[in-house]
């Protein structure tokens, strides 16, 4: 049976926006990075777990992106990083070259790629890695993919006056004449034919909807496996943190009052997953609501 790739989010967003006329509008001002490349230079599997070293060049993990923009995105505060992508799930964010990862499937397709601190994407040839990983059925990596990249997690305030629309393609191209990128957002469609970051505007407080589908030249889907959907919770960050009982006690013993248990030195709820003393599962789950 065939499967086309189809990928939806739900978002909360909580807002003062009453706009009921949603745009995309294309995003310039951010550094090229024509020459920045993400190698992958080794994988070790160890304890369950898969261990990546990637070689960043021309790139500095953990700094912030100088752009023209003259209005705000959601930013990381920990700076540039590498989108880490398994089987068109959530990403997972990365501020150092080596980390580790439990994959949960058969045979599981990774796409990393290098990331602004905006979370915009590196769109050249170098500045990504698409690979396989499991025992599993394989599937052609020469296929023509569409990964979803952003909006991600939870919008309040001034973030939700403009959101970064990002997707990543890989071994297809879209323009006026050829295959198109198909965004609903809500009951709004949009027809996207240039390969480039785009930003929201005009979106109303509540649930969000965005779905990506790939088009060839006709207008019809194209094949290509996976299906994707998940729903979050208008919660704060202190919130999320609350539920996930199991992080409060260690968080105490954390270096910093407001580690937000990612990549902060010393922090003790990385310290007790790395000890399988925190269900990954349940760590991943937390990652991905994370904004």
């Not at 021309?58 to 990083?81: C, I, M, P, R, V």
């Not at 439990?102 to 990393?112: H, M, T, Y």
Request: charged share 30%.
């Amino acid at each position: 049976m065939k499967k086309i790739l189809v990928l939806f989010i739900a978002l909360i967003f909580t807002s003062c926006n009453n706009s009921n006329q949603i745009a995309i509008k294309k995003l310039e001002g951010s550094p090229s990075y024509e020459n920045s490349k993400l190698k992958i230079k080794d994988t070790n599997f160890e304890n369950d777990k898969y261990e990546f070293s990637f070689e960043v060049k021309d790139y500095e993990l953990g700094a912030q992106t100088q752009n023209d923009f003259n209005f705000k995105l959601a930013n990381s505060g920990k700076g540039q990083h590498i989108h880490f992508i398994v089987n068109n799930s959530p990403y997972s964010a990365h501020y150092t070259e080596t980390f580790t990862k439990q994959l949960k499937g058969d045979n599981n397709v990774i796409l990393a790629f290098l990331s602004r601190s905006h979370h915009e994407s590196v769109k050249n040839n170098d500045a990504f890695i698409l690979t396989q990983i499991g025992k599993g059925e394989e599937i052609d990596l020469n296929d023509e993919f569409l990964f979803y990249s952003r909006p991600k997690g939870v919008y309040k305030g001034k973030d939700t006056e403009k959101l970064l629309l990002d997707f990543y393609l890989v071994n297809t191209k879209i323009s006026a004449d050829g295959n198109k990128v198909r965004a609903t957002i809500l009951d709004s469609k949009f027809i996207i034919d240039e390969w480039a970051p785009y930003y929201i505007e005009g979106l109303p407080k509540g649930e969000i909807s965005i779905k990506l589908e790939l088009l060839d030249e006709k207008g019809d889907l194209i094949d290509s496996p996976g299906v994707r959907e998940f729903q979050l919770d208008s919660l704060s960050e202190v919130e999320i943190k609350s539920g996930f009982k199991e992080f409060k006690a260690l968080s105490a013993e954390c270096r910093f009052r407001d580690c937000r248990h990612i990549n902060e030195p010393n922090c003790a709820v990385k310290d007790a997953l790395d000890k399988g003393e925190i269900n990954i599962n349940r760590y991943e789950s937390y990652l991905n609501i994370l904004p």
